[in-house]
């Protein structure tokens, strides 16, 4: 069984007591912290700390890319028993966005990653960002969109073309609509416009329709950015 599958099983009873936390602000925070005392060590690194990380990494991985900086098999022993990572990344699924790698080189057990096509908030997804969040402690969550971004060129289809995919694509797809609505109208490059706009608004909407994050952010614990990967350059921008 995989690491993180091993965490959920042990911990699936506290992390499913989390639905108590709508019940009251004052409560949910008393039940987080709970959570994250039962569970184990969590990360010291601050949501500020975290994004100045991942900004020198990828500045790292610009200038000078390399596979990895980390000693694997050390870390890999390390992280056997538990994981303290330190910012949760919301990416695409597309092949050429691996955020240990853009993030300079990140090794086992640093970022939390939840990847699907569009980077977009599913309920699967928005689970992922909530354990992270509430039981593994970890400080900040990045909305990565991407240049080029399939998906979202597909949901641009949709808007212009009246374009249908078959299968859970469409769907998939959908969600992605409502943003290539909002920029059809704007200057400049429909897609990347569109790219940007999707990942700030899914990362409003972790911010603000997850309960949990909701109430981590209001206690200062958490911090929510959206950006944008450049398949060119390697350069992430932030844009929130």
Not at 43 to 69: E, H
Not at 153 to 161: D, I, Q, R, Y
Not at 207 to 236: C, E, F, N, P
Request: with cysteine; aromatic share 6%.
């Amino acid at each position: 069984m995989c690491e993180i599958c091993s965490q959920w099983t042990m911990g699936r009873r506290r992390f499913l007591a989390l639905a108590g936390f709508s019940l009251a602000a004052g409560g949910a925070l008393f039940g987080i912290d709970q959570a994250v005392a039962a569970h184990g060590p969590t990360t010291s690194v601050t949501a500020d700390q975290a994004l100045a990380n991942l900004k020198s990494g990828n500045a790292k991985y610009v200038k000078s890319p390399q596979v990895c900086a980390a000693d694997l098999a050390r870390r890999r022993t390390a992280v056997t028993t538990s994981q303290t990572p330190w910012a949760t990344i919301l990416g695409c699924a597309d092949s050429r966005v691996p955020p240990e790698l853009l993030f300079g080189g990140l090794g086992v057990g640093e970022l939390f990653v939840a990847r699907n096509a569009g980077n977009t908030a599913d309920t699967a997804t928005m689970g992922t960002i909530e354990y992270g969040a509430a039981v593994l402690g970890v400080p900040l969550i990045v909305v990565l969109g991407h240049e080029r971004c399939g998906a979202v060129a597909a949901a641009c289809e949709v808007v212009s073309k009246q374009a249908t995919f078959p299968g859970s694509i469409g769907p998939m797809v959908e969600a992605i609509v409502p943003a290539a609505r909002a920029v059809k109208d704007q200057p400049g490059d429909f897609v990347d416009n569109a790219v940007r706009e999707n990942a700030r608004r899914t990362a409003a909407q972790v911010a603000v329709q997850s309960k949990i994050v909701a109430d981590l952010i209001a206690a200062g614990k958490v911090k929510v950015v959206a950006a944008r990967y450049d398949l060119d350059t390697g350069k992430v921008e932030y844009l929130s």
